[in-house]
């Protein structure tokens, strides 16, 4: 889960906590100011993710192709309060209140996955990562811990979790062309 872990926390943590550049008054040392919407390294190193060819997860498909799915099947589930409902309403939210927890997230694995979204969803997902819906909903299942948990550092689902899935998307957009 390298690559992925990687790029999730450069990505969130990049979108969630913008450096603020100060110029120090030395021209030689000047560097600028972070501008509203600006995350950081966040473009160039999707870029380089998507671009440069990195490492690949699971089953042959690139982490930053996994990151977009992730990040899509959130957006499609009413951002990740919603996502985290529909987990809750199938009896496990157990597991989800561990992922937006500090300390250790409980695992799910493909099966509870497919109960709670449904076959049509997976099957979508498989199709994009070109491996069997099961071997999809492995990947899925192992990485959404992570992805929640670097959503949620401060223990709650933050109020800007839908704008930082649309922002995190677009880069990954972008990235790919």
């Known amino acids: 889960m390298g690559l992925l ?12 906590n913008p450096p603020d550049h100060q110029d120090d008054g030395n021209p030689g040392h000047a560097r600028s100011r972070s501008m509203p919407g600006d995350m950081g390294g966040l473009d160039s190193m999707l870029g380089g993710a998507l671009g440069g060819g990195g490492g690949r997860a699971a089953g042959g498909a690139g982490g930053g ?3 977009a799915i992730l990040l899509q099947l959130l957006q499609k589930n009413g951002g990740l309060g919603g996502l985290l409902s529909q987990f809750q309403k199938a009896g496990y939210g157990e597991r989800t209140d561990s ?3 500090p300390g250790q997230n409980l695992p799910i694995d493909g099966d509870i996955l497919s109960k709670v979204l449904g076959r049509g969803q997976l099957d979508e997902i498989a199709g994009r990562l070109g491996v069997p819906r099961e071997e999809a ?3 899925v299942a192992s990485a959404l811990p992570d992805v929640v948990n670097h959503m949620t550092p401060q223990g709650a689902i933050p109020s800007n979790s839908e704008d930082l899935v649309n922002r995190a998307l677009e880069i990954l957009q972008r990235g790919g062309r």
């Open 5 to 16: 872990d990687g790029l999730l926390g450069q990505v969130l943590g990049g979108a969630m």
């Open 137 to 139: 909903a492995e990947q």
């Open 99 to 101: 992922w937006v927890s």
């Open 65 to 67: 192709a996994l990151m």
